[in-house]
């Protein structure tokens, strides 16, 4: 329960050291370092692995033609679609879930060892599973990333609930504050920076579990995309496909800190 | 009785934790008599249709689930230790050479947060079947968690402390055994648990997609015959091996965690 909490702390230090990464005093060293990085990738990757491997120079030829794709761009779509779909049923149920295990200890104790089991299980494992269930198509990478992505969700509000502080909750109680207060104004408001975490952690795996599971049910989509190019060694148009989903999962990482610092700054440690 | 059941009681809090279980097993049991076998398998079961659990007990003694088992193991440990044994002495390099680090850290990121399963294709393609390869896609799992959490306690070393320790004329050997390596531990511990989680999920991957071995080809068998009761012992028995390597993992982050708390 601590290892959750450490990593809450973790994630808001983090936050305003991140917003550094790409940009400050230093910028010219890390363009620098991406050149040589890419530089040297070229010149080993052509020196000694066979023609059809993905090298810089390949990519950046192939990049333009992939990006105005249309089977590219609805693969895209298809896949950011629904991981972006399945985490808001993930964050919805789990959210709710969650508080009710933090402020109710009868849940936390029937439900606690299914969630942690759940969490701590490889999801890659239950996606034979789920195909069989769900059948070979959208439905079951559907499933899969409200799988991947509940579970930390549910741990994380959960923590959130649970780290009301005591006082607040004594206030309520002194000025005989509505029900619907204690629950929206103080245990949602206090435990957003955990939700925040969740998500975080969330988006992650659910992008993960999108992927994977396209590559199970040989369902359309950009993980599907990289695995027909890559099988047919087009891998500089393979590489442009994991490229789209670095893309994305900075992307999500971003709005993660910018609504860090501009809604929750009361959150941050440093 | 909502009071009762919310009491710290030991004894409550002992009935609770049986009743999950029960119940849970309860669900499990009656699903699996009331669902097309197909679909689903019971957890005791009856003659006609096999229980998992009951399953879960013969691979005890059935030495061709005990190899599967201890490929997987091998596997994991494998690409697990090899991502420790590379990421972690980086991460804590690059505390010291702080002109590498700030030129790598954006890259170090960027390769954090891709999936990493998106690589596997590439593997497949460039490398074929085998066991290296395998280890390579666990490796990769295990990896970036392991050097992203390590410079994050890289950029957690205090400056004035290298400054005074400089100062002072301290050697660089007592420079990193009393102030960089404990910086950096407590930090390379939560990537380590990040990664078990991650080279977990490495592991069934490269069973899966590249050459099918150890448990994920119990469960890829299993999911074609279909044998149902065959397939949710293997993953019970993944949720196992999850479980007790991600709380073994915990323990061992708890433990020096303490030393992090010092400047929060």
Redesign the interface.
Same mark, same amino acid.
């Given at each position: 329960m601590n290892t959750q909490a450490t990593d809450v702390a973790a994630d808001m230090t983090v936050t305003n050291r991140w917003s550094n990464a790409f940009a400050g005093p230093d910028v010219w060293v890390k363009i620098l370092a991406g050149l040589v990085i890419l530089a040297a990738w070229q010149v080993i990757v052509g020196a000694f692995a066979p023609r059809f491997v993905a090298k810089p120079l390949g990519i950046a030829a192939a990049f333009p033609a992939v990006v105005t794709d249309r089977a590219f761009l609805a693969a895209v779509a298809s896949t950011l679609g629904a991981v972006l779909q399945g985490l808001f049923i993930a964050m919805v149920t789990g959210v709710i879930v969650g508080v009710a295990m933090g402020r109710v200890k009868v849940f936390d104790r029937l439900l606690n060892l299914y969630v942690n089991g759940f969490y701590a299980m490889p999801m890659v494992a239950v996606l034979p599973l789920f195909a069989t269930w769900f059948g070979y198509e959208s439905n079951a990478r559907m499933a899969t990333i409200v799988f991947a992505a509940f579970f930390s969700i549910v741990i994380n509000a959960r923590d959130g609930a649970r780290s009301v502080p005591p006082e607040y909750l004594e206030v309520c109680k002194a000025y005989r504050a509505k029900r619907r207060h204690v629950w929206f104004d103080i245990t949602l408001h206090s435990s957003l920076p955990y939700l925040v975490a969740g998500f975080r952690l969330a988006s992650g795996r659910a992008l993960v579990g999108a992927v994977i599971a396209e590559f199970f049910v040989s369902l359309e989509g950009v993980g599907m995309y990289i695995l027909a190019h890559a099988r047919s060694f087009q891998h500089n148009e393979a590489v442009v496909g994991v490229l789209a989903l670095a893309a994305f999962g900075l992307f999500l990482e971003g709005v993660m800190n910018w609504v860090m610092r501009r809604f929750l700054p009361w959150a941050r440690r440093d | 009785m909502?009071r009762l059941?919310?009491s710290?009681a030991r004894w409550v809090?002992r009935a609770?934790?049986v009743?999950?279980?029960l119940?849970?097993a309860a669900i499990w049991e009656y699903a699996g008599h009331n669902a097309d076998p197909?679909?689903m398998a019971p957890l005791i079961g009856n003659d006609q249709s096999p229980g998992a659990a009951l399953r879960l007990i013969s691979f005890i003694g059935d030495s061709q689930f005990r190899g599967a088992i201890l490929s997987s193991l091998a596997l994991f440990a494998t690409g697990f230790t090899l991502a420790l044994v590379v990421g972690v002495p980086f991460g804590i390099v690059l505390a010291r050479l702080v002109?590498l680090r700030?030129?790598?850290?954006?890259?170090i990121?960027? /390769?954090y947060?891709?999936? =990493?399963? &998106?690589?596997?294709?590439?593997v497949?393609?460039?490398l074929g079947f085998g066991f290296w390869p395998k280890v390579l896609v666990v490796f990769l799992f295990a990896f970036f968690p392991i050097l992203y959490n390590t410079l994050?306690g890289a950029?957690s070393v205090r400056p004035e402390l290298l400054e005074v320790a400089g100062s002072f004329r301290a050697s660089e050997w007592s420079i990193w055994r009393d102030i960089v390596i404990p910086y950096t531990l407590p930090?390379a511990l939560?990537g380590i648990?990040q990664a078990t989680?991650r080279a977990?999920?490495g592991?069934?991957?490269a069973e899966?997609?590249l050459s099918t071995s150890g /448990?994920g080809e119990i469960? =890829?068998v &299993?999911?074609r015959t279909?044998d149902m009761a065959n397939?949710?012992a293997?993953?019970t028995l993944?949720?196992i091996l999850?479980?007790i390597?991600?709380?073994g993992a915990?323990a061992l982050?708890?433990k020096y965690?303490a030393w992090?708390g010092v400047d929060?």
């Open positions: - | 909502i059941l919310n710290d809090r609770t934790f009743a999950s279980i119940l849970g197909l679909f002109l700030v030129a790598l850290e954006s890259y990121l960027i /390769l947060v891709t999936p =990493m399963v &998106a690589l596997i294709p590439f497949l393609s460039i994050e950029r930090f939560t648990r989680g977990l999920v592991m069934i991957a899966f997609f /448990l469960i =890829m &299993a999911s279909p397939m949710l293997a993953i993944i949720t999850g479980v390597l991600m709380r915990q982050e708890q965690s992090r929060g």
